[in-house]
T-cell receptor, first 115, second 114 residues
Framework: ETGVTQSPTHLIKTRGQQVTLRCSSQSGHNTVSWYQQALGQGPQFIFQYYREEENGRGNFPPRFSGLQFPNYSSELNVNALELDDSALYLC??????????????FGSGTRLTVV | KNQVEQSPQSLIILEGKNCTLQCNYTVSPFSNLRWYKQDTGRGPVSLTIMTFSENTKSNGRYTATLDADTKQSSLHITASQLSDSASYICVVTSFSGGYNKLIFGAGTRLAVHP
C-alpha cells in the first residue's frame, strides 16, 4: 500500500508567478484535500476534491484552484503568487463512503517560498 | 466560529517524564477529534481518533481523552522519549455542506531533552 506522495518537496518562486503542486493519493482513497500551513501555525483548509469535483472550500481566494484526475491524484495551482503564500502545502487523501472513522493520510508537503 | 485552541503553545520536558497537552474546541457539528504528531517539515501522522461517545483512547505511550460536554480533549504522553519531540496537533472534524472538514489547532511544540 503506497502512502501520499507530494512533489516537488521544495520550490522557490517569484512574486506574481504561478505554481503547480502535485499529490498522489494513497491506494484505495478517492478524496483529496489541500492545506496551507504557515510557519508555527496549524494547517488551514484550502479545498477538497471528490470524484474530480471540488466539494468543499476554505477561506482562500479564487487564485487558488485545483484539479483531481481519474486516478484520484490531484494538483493545486496558485496564480499571481504573493509573499504571504510562502508556506508548507499539505495534501491529504481519504476514503469517502467508509465508516465515519476513516482516516486521513497526509503527504510530507511541499515547502513553497515566494521571494 | 469553529475554533480549536491548544495549550501550552510549547513545552520542554526531560526524557522519561510524562506530559499532558490540552485542546479546547468550539466546533459544530462535531464528528470526531483526532490527535496528530507532526515532525518539522513533514506531514501530520495520526495518533488517535475519538467520536463523541468515546472518553479515552490509547496508542502505545499516547493516551487521549475527550469530554464532549465541556468540549475538551487532552493528550497524555507517558515516559517521553527524544523521538517524541514534535508538534502535536488537535484536529476536530465537522461534517457540514456535504463533506467532512478538518479544523486544526495551532499545535503544541514539544521538546524532549536528555
Amino acid at each position: 500500500e503506497t502512502g501520499v506522495t507530494q512533489s516537488p518537496t521544495h520550490l522557490i518562486k517569484t512574486r506574481g508567478q504561478q505554481v503547480t503542486l502535485r499529490c498522489s493519493s494513497q491506494s484505495g482513497h478517492n478524496t483529496v484535500s489541500w492545506y496551507q500551513q504557515a510557519l508555527g501555525q496549524g494547517p488551514q483548509f484550502i479545498f477538497q476534491y471528490y470524484r474530480e469535483e471540488e466539494n468543499g472550500r476554505g477561506n482562500f481566494p479564487p487564485r487558488f484552484s485545483g484539479l483531481q484526475f481519474p486516478n484520484y491524484s490531484s494538483e493545486l495551482n496558485v496564480n499571481a503568487l504573493e509573499l504571504d503564500d510562502s508556506a508548507l502545502y499539505l495534501c491529504a487523501s481519504s476514503l469517502v463512503g467508509a465508516a465515519i472513522n476513516y482516516g486521513y493520510t497526509f503527504g510530507s508537503g511541499t515547502r513553497l517560498t515566494v521571494v | 466560529k469553529n475554533q480549536v485552541e491548544q495549550s501550552p503553545q510549547s513545552l520542554i520536558i526531560l526524557e522519561g517524564k510524562n506530559c499532558t497537552l490540552q485542546c479546547n474546541y468550539t466546533v459544530s457539528p462535531f464528528s470526531n477529534l483526532r490527535w496528530y504528531k507532526q515532525d518539522t517539515g513533514r506531514g501530520p501522522v495520526s495518533l488517535t481518533i475519538m467520536t463523541f461517545s468515546e472518553n479515552t483512547k490509547s496508542n502505545g505511550r499516547y493516551t487521549a481523552t475527550l469530554d464532549a460536554d465541556t468540549k475538551q480533549s487532552s493528550l497524555h504522553i507517558t515516559a517521553s522519549q527524544l523521538s517524541d519531540s514534535a508538534s502535536y496537533i488537535c484536529v476536530v472534524t465537522s461534517f457540514s455542506g456535504g463533506y467532512n472538514k478538518l479544523i486544526f489547532g495551532a499545535g503544541t511544540r514539544l521538546a524532549v531533552h536528555p
